[in-house]
């Protein structure tokens, strides 16, 4: 059996049906599911929302899978910003278009400063964005006061 086909079968093993209708986002690092599901505001869907854990890559040792049983406009930069290695599928009529997930240049309202000195501490109705500093590392600062963002689920 060839490493995909065994990626597929495990798959199948945990009885997840196979989409029609959808988005797949494949490929997260395993433990990053579950902040994606979070930040994606993928509780408040009433269609049905699959996140499966650990599953076995043969690329990655161990991944995280979110399967949505609809197709729906996600905020793309969300991805991008906590995952970027992930792997988007558009699947329409059992048909699956990959989608580029790339780094965002920023993200709005996504997460929040840290800095008890900064003015979206202070002042209340600031929206809280954070620039791309450095591509390589992914490293995010505040517009404001250039704090930095230190993710609780990427370690490093
Ligand atoms: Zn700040």
């Not at 797949?24 to 996140?51: F, N, P, R, T, W």
């Not at 049983?69 to 699956?96: A, E, P, Q, R, Y």
Request: charged share 30%; glycine share 4%.
């Amino acid at each position: 059996m060839s490493p995909e086909n065994r990626e597929k079968n495990d798959e199948q093993n945990l009885a997840i049906e196979k989409i029609q209708e959808g988005i797949v986002i494949d490929h997260i690092k395993a433990g990053s599911g579950m902040a994606l599901y979070k930040h994606l505001e993928l509780d408040k869907l009433d269609c049905s929302v699959a996140i499966i854990k650990n599953a076995r890559s043969q690329r990655m040792g161990k991944k995280d899978i979110i399967k949505i049983n609809k197709i729906l406009d996600i905020d793309w930069d969300v991805i991008g910003f906590i995952d970027c290695n992930v792997t988007v599928n558009l699947i329409h009529d059992g048909k699956s278009e990959k989608k580029n997930i790339t780094l965002p240049q920023e993200v709005r309202n996504v997460i929040v400063c840290k800095n008890p000195r900064c003015i979206t501490s202070i002042e209340q109705g600031i929206e809280q964005v954070f620039k791309l500093a450095d591509p390589v590392h992914h490293i995010y600062r505040c517009i404001y006061c250039e704090q930095k963002y230190e993710p609780k689920y990427q370690k490093k």
